[in-house]
């Protein structure tokens, strides 16, 4: 998905901001980033939430089909 960092930059601010919004989007990824964005995820796409805890960092690492040929990724994630 084109700027799909963008997008989930919007949800962890909107999150972030809106404690209703982040308990729907722990309770029912989908549902909340459909209605969220005005977007359909096609049903073989699994979401999924993860809620860091203090103790613990989450890296996720991008599908091994967007490596390019000199090993970096199309991803526009970035590392904090």
Not at 25 to 41: A, F, K, M, N, V
């Amino acid at each position: 998905m084109a700027g799909s960092g963008v997008l989930v930059d919007h949800i962890r601010e909107r999150a972030m901001r809106d404690e209703s919004f982040r308990t729907s989007l722990i309770d029912d990824p989908r549902t909340t980033i459909e209605q969220e964005l005005g977007i359909t995820i096609p049903s073989d796409t699994t979401v999924t939430v993860i809620q860091e805890r203090p103790n613990e960092y989450c890296i996720v690492l991008p599908n091994g089909d967007e490596r390019t040929e000199s090993g970096d990724t199309d991803s526009d994630t970035e590392l904090y």
